[in-house]
T-cell receptor, first 112, second 113 residues
Framework: GENVEQHPSTLSVQEGDSAVIKCTYSDSASNYFPWYKQELGKGPQLIIDIRSNVGEKKDQRIAVTLNKTAKHFSLHITETQPEDSAVYFCAVTGGGADGLTFGKGTHLIIQP | DVKVTQSSRYLVKRTGEKVFLECVQDMDHENMFWYRQDPGLGLRLIYFSYDVKMKEKGDIPEGYSVSREKKERFSLILESASTNQTSMYLC????????????FGQGTRLTVV
């Protein structure tokens, strides 16, 4: 089945700096790559997604890039703010798998 | 605003009890999913459903069953709860095939004692 690796597991950045979280996947047939943000005590919330026919997508301070050849994709957050502190999960679907396969998560800490 | 609602935020059950976790979505999505979330393991798929009365096993179905009698409602059943089923359970619904654009509920923290 699909295997998704996410790094780093914890990321601490100064407020205002950029943060980058990376994921690799194993199934070359996968074609949908979302990112979820989970705040304490809440369910995951979809923040951005990308499909395999696109290399990059931006939404204000967040962006996702996809390299299908290398089978990896990344979340970029610029000008980080305290409210960006959360756990971020990447996910993959569209190959032979059913439903989303998730990475193990990155705890992003924004230092004031 | 789209909404996936799980019936309980916190539950404490005894070993051997039959446990029902309920999930309702108001988006008319055909696809619904149950995941469990454990520290260091991320989210793992237990069961999913693409239509009323239809169910498919996910990656970790052992010890669980599901029911989908109506489009908006998807129930997760622990036939005989065990301590290793203590976890956060998350329900999701999706308009897209295979979980694309999935919306999650707030989660149910289940403790089995």
């Amino acid at each position: 089945g699909e295997n998704v690796e996410q790094h780093p597991s914890t990321l601490s950045v100064q407020e205002g700096d950029s943060a980058v979280i990376k994921c690799t996947y194993s199934d070359s047939a996968s074609n949908y790559f979302p990112w979820y943000k989970q705040e304490l005590g809440k369910g995951p919330q979809l923040i951005i997604d990308i499909r395999s026919n696109v290399g990059e997508k931006k939404d204000q301070r967040i962006a996702v890039t996809l390299n299908k050849t290398a089978k990896h994709f990344s979340l970029h957050i610029t000008e980080t703010q305290p409210e960006d502190s959360a756990v971020y999960f990447c996910a993959v679907t569209g190959g032979g798998a059913d439903g989303l396969t998730f990475g193990k998560g990155t705890h992003l800490i924004i230092q004031p | 605003d789209v909404k996936v609602t799980q019936s309980s935020r916190y539950l404490v059950k005894r070993t051997g009890e039959k446990v029902f976790l309920e999930c309702v979505q108001d988006m008319d999505h055909e696809n619904m999913f149950w995941y469990r979330q454990d520290p260091g393991l991320g989210l793992r798929l237990i069961y999913f459903s693409y239509d009323v009365k239809m169910k498919e096993k996910g990656d970790i179905p052992e010890g669980y069953s599901v029911s989908r009698e109506k489009k908006e409602r998807f129930s997760l059943i622990l036939e005989s709860a065990s301590t290793n089923q203590t976890s956060m359970y998350l329900c999701a619904s999706s308009p897209g095939w295979m979980g694309t654009e999935a919306f999650f509920g707030q989660g149910t923290r289940l403790t089995v004692v």
